[in-house]
T-cell receptor, first 116, second 113 residues
């Protein structure tokens, strides 16, 4: 079965510092997509960053970047210069497909706390 | 552009009843996906509709069904409700599908008593 593992249920970081959230996944596919989504308290889920597996270059979006290690099946999210507004649940997700039926498999999430 | 809207926001039902949830995607988006979010199971993919056709499906029983209309609005139906169906149901829309950037609605909180 395809799985996505986020081993850190909760992380905390001082405002303005850098934090890394980890994500590993299990797959036998060679081409797939990986995502980090953010769900702030009582607010809507939003996409943080997206990575296509065939692209060697790590995706970046402003203060957010990923460390994509395809061989190790690892997809960590680095948040630089953490801000209070970054406090949220962060979910790692993987697009899995078999026989042309695609679905998103989600990790359990990491709660990120920002200390002022 | 208006965001993804879901109605109703909260719903209370009893076991055995059925329920219909509605999702209006962002204008121009043809893909609508549905997810179930619970504290125990986390986020699980239900299904995706694209141009009125179910294109992808997760591992849920047949009690969970959906449809999409010509204006891309989507409904999700759950029949014969069980206590375990209590969850936040999220819908997301995108231009082309789940590999694309998905925009989520606020969710419908369903409580089954």
């Amino acid at each position: 079965a395809q799985t996505v593992t986020q081993s850190q249920p909760e992380m905390s970081v001082q405002e303005a510092e850098t934090v890394t959230l980890s994500c590993t996944y299990d797959t036998s596919e060679s081409d797939y997509y990986l995502f980090w989504y953010k769900q702030p308290p009582s607010r809507q889920m939003i996409l943080v960053i997206r990575q296509e597996a065939y692209k060697q270059q790590n995706a970046t979006e402003n203060r957010f970047s990923v460390n994509f290690q395809k061989a190790a099946k690892s997809f960590s999210l680095k948040i630089s210069d953490s801000q209070l507004g970054d406090a949220a649940m962060y979910f790692c997700a993987y697009r899995y497909g078999m026989d042309s039926n695609y679905q998103l498999i989600w990790g359990a999430g990491t709660k990120l706390i920002i200390k002022p | 552009k208006a965001g993804v809207t879901q109605t109703p926001r909260y719903l209370i039902k009893t076991r055995g009843q059925q329920v219909t949830l509605s999702c209006s995607p962002i204008s121009g988006h043809r893909s609508v996906s549905w997810y179930q979010q619970t504290p125990g199971q986390g986020l699980q993919f239900l299904f995706e509709y694209f141009s009125e056709t179910q294109r992808n499906k997760g591992n849920f029983p047949g009690r969970f069904s959906g449809r999409q209309f010509s204006n891309s609005r989507s409904e999700m139906n759950v029949s014969t409700l069980e206590l375990g169906d209590s969850a936040l149901y999220l819908c997301a829309s995108s231009l082309v599908g789940i590999a694309d950037t998905q925009y989520f609605g606020p969710g419908t909180r369903l409580t089954v008593l």
